[in-house]
């Protein structure tokens, strides 16, 4: 059974959790989303990913909660490295990801979000990290990643307290970066997605790596390397064909190399 609904519009994949009623992971569906970017990163033609979930009212629900009923510890340890894994290779796709929030993006149906590199959630979208209402914790980059985007103060909000937050507290926190309204997020992000087919596909790769470096590594780090991966760009012919088609006056053909 396939959990993930794809089809190619242009330079864009787009993938829908498909798992009804509230789009839930499983072990299996995991699997098949880091096998899926997998396959998409090793596909020059893509250069963007939209992520969103089936139906009206759920983006996705994250885990079932049946999966850990039993309290078994293995269960628990085989369910965590499917969500990190899956989710750390989404956050890891050498093209832009972005994430479109139809509706309840609960649990790890937020992180998988979060992994993604941009967020445009409709208007009567509701966010919220509420594993420790059930006395669990957010273990697919959910304590990480919104710290990241919304700071200290609103992490703790959301996972110490169980605040759930509408779209438009989302946008203001910069949780999200657009919201439109009901039935428009999946139009959206394939219209941004399409301007991504316009940049280069080698300088957005790693424009992205050492955007998210500033995570992890200090900017006197950073810097040096930021300059190195510039000078890098040469060895590509998309940068030649880049300042070429610019002087020319016209639309560059990518090679992704």
Do not use: H
């Amino acid at each position: 059974m396939a959990f993930l609904i794809e089809r190619i519009e242009g330079n864009t994949a787009i993938l829908t959790i498909s798992n009804p009623p509230a789009n839930t992971w499983t072990r299996e569906s995991l699997n098949e989303l880091k096998e899926k970017v997998l396959e998409l990163n090793d596909n020059s033609e893509i250069y963007a990913l939209v992520l969103t979930g089936e139906g009206e009212k759920f983006f996705s629900a994250g885990a079932d909660l049946k999966l850990f009923a039993d309290g078994d510890k293995g269960n628990a340890a085989t369910m965590a490295k499917a969500f990190g894994e899956a989710f750390e290779t989404l956050s890891a796709f050498r093209g832009v990801s972005i994430a479109a929030i139809n509706g309840y993006a609960m649990g790890g149906g937020l992180e998988v979000a979060l992994a993604c590199d941009i967020r445009i959630a409709e208007i009567q979208a509701v966010m919220a990290l509420p594993e420790a209402t059930v006395g669990l914790l957010p273990c697919a980059g959910g304590t990480q990643n919104l710290t990241a985007l919304v700071g200290e103060g609103w992490a703790k909000r959301m996972i110490l307290c169980g605040e759930r937050i509408d779209a438009t507290k989302a946008l203001n926190l910069g949780l999200v970066e657009e919201v439109v309204e009901k039935g428009e997020a999946l139009n959206a992000a394939i219209a941004l997605a399409a301007k991504v087919a316009k940049q280069s596909p080698s300088a957005v790769a790693v424009c992205k790596k050492l955007i998210q470096s500033g995570r992890s590594m200090p900017r006197t780090q950073a810097l040096p390397i930021e300059r190195e991966l510039f000078i890098g760009l040469f060895d590509t012919e998309d940068q030649a064909e880049g300042v070429n088609a610019f002087l020319e006056k016209r639309a560059a053909v990518w090679k992704n190399r």
